[in-house]
């Protein structure tokens, strides 16, 4: 089982950037894809990004493709999102979570993939 703990979220004005980090302790980090969902009020979690464990692969949702960026730090146990030009509907909690199995790296992920999440960070912005 691995710990996941999300920082960087905030208030930000249309248009502008954050950063999310994720720090992961318990397992070997850098032996399991990772990636980052989101949850607007009201509305179910939705895939946003998603990382190969070697860090070689990465795809994005549609509605964040070329805003949005995935990356990760192995030596650090870290992944983090680098989110620009957001928008206003970009507003949601937002969650990382862990690749249940080894190496592996699907074309397409679900949540059902994933075996641990973080508590999630608020992404806040205004129009």
């Known amino acids: 089982q691995v710990q996941l703990v999300e920082s960087g979220g905030g208030l930000v004005q249309a248009g502008g950037s954050l950063r999310l980090s994720c720090a992961a302790s318990g397992r070997t980090f850098s032996n399991y894809a990772m990636g980052w969902f989101r949850q607007a009020p009201g509305k179910e979690r939705e895939f946003v990004a998603a990382?190969?464990?070697?860090?070689?692969?990465?795809y994005y949702a549609d509605s964040v493709k070329g805003r949005f960026t995935i990356s990760r730090g192995n030596a650090k146990n870290t992944v983090f999102l680098q989110m620009n030009s957001l928008k206003p509907e970009d507003t949601a909690v937002y969650y990382c979570a862990a690749d249940q199995s080894y190496h592996r790296w699907k074309s397409l992920y679900s949540e059902r993939d994933f075996g641990s999440w973080g508590q999630g960070t608020q992404v806040t912005v205004s129009s």
């Open positions: 990382i190969s464990w070697s860090g070689g692969n990465t």
